[in-house]
């Protein structure tokens, strides 16, 4: 494995580590088909905006989700669906 991969995969496992932000992956599996904003997320997960916006921000950085902004929303979903395959592992 060469360092690219072995450096991604460590923060890929930083990131799964956490149970809020295998929560939000989880959530934004579950619906693929529709993008959801900050505030789905923190309805869903009963935790502050500001700790969710965190975690998102966190799993932007390194690259499994994007963003994108709608007027005032920014919606969210999945960007490495390899990423999946670790939920899917505990499931």
């Known amino acids: 494995m060469d ?3 072995q450096n991604y995969m460590v923060k890929l496992f930083k ?5 809020n932000r ?3 992956l989880q959530l934004l599996e579950q619906n693929q088909n529709k ?3 900050v505030n789905d997320l923190v309805d869903r997960l009963n935790i502050s905006q500001g700790t969710v ?3 998102l921000a966190k799993m932007r950085q390194i690259g499994i989700i994007k963003a994108k902004q709608s007027g005032l929303n920014m ?3 999945i960007k490495d669906k390899n990423a999946l395959k670790f939920t ?3 499931e």
């Open 75 to 77: 919606f969210y979903s």
């Open 35 to 37: 993008p959801l904003t």
């Open 53 to 55: 916006s965190s975690h």
């Open 15 to 19: 990131i799964l580590g956490n149970a």
């Open 22 to 24: 295998l929560q939000i």
């Open 88 to 90: 899917q592992m505990v």
């Open 3 to 5: 360092y690219y991969k």
